[in-house]
């Protein structure tokens, strides 16, 4: 009997609701580690997560079987009921809208993991919104302004 072999990386990137800095340090390990049991709770492997208060980026390692919509949607439903329950902010939480979803090769693993882990010092030389705009044309993606986050100014 023929099995399915794949490797299939992919890293997520999703953003906080009108771009707001509502991730608190004092607990957005509790909620890398919740997402982490929702993905693993899914079947997938988890790579990486980090980010900074206002986005978040996800590595997996994910299997053919996954819907990568469907995963996303229920990582960011219930990590937003997860925040609500347990009043981390005093502000009301939701994701944004959308994702970014970037895929890679085995080899890139390493590099793509230290980038995610070093989101904080990142962030110091490049904004989020110039990095995403770099995944996208580094990853030749086509888009309209009009359907990116919506940006703070």
């Known amino acids: 009997m023929a099995g399915t072999f794949s490797q299939i990386y992919i890293q997520i990137v999703f953003a906080v609701e ?9 607990w957005e390990e509790e909620l890398y580690k919740y997402i982490t049991g929702i993905i693993r709770n899914k079947g997938q ?8 208060p ?23 439903k219930s990590s937003n009921d997860f925040i609500k329950e347990k009043k981390f902010s005093k502000f009301k939480f939701n994701w944004q809208e959308g994702y970014g979803a970037f895929s890679y090769s085995h080899s890139q693993i390493d590099t793509v993991v230290k980038y995610i882990q070093n ?3 990142h962030h ?5 919104q ?4 770099d995944f996208l044309k580094k990853f030749e ?7 990116l986050f919506k940006w703070i100014e």
């Open 130 to 133: 110039e990095e995403y705009l």
């Open 18 to 26: 009108h771009r707001e800095s509502l991730i608190h340090s004092s």
């Open 54 to 76: 206002d986005h978040t980026h996800v590595f997996i390692g994910m299997k053919p079987s996954c819907c990568l919509s469907d995963l996303v949607r229920e990582v960011k």
């Open 119 to 121: 989101q904080k010092q």
């Open 141 to 147: 993606i086509e888009f309209k302004n009009e359907y």
């Open 124 to 128: 110091k030389k490049q904004t989020f």
């Open 45 to 52: 492997k988890m790579l990486a997560i980090n980010g900074m």
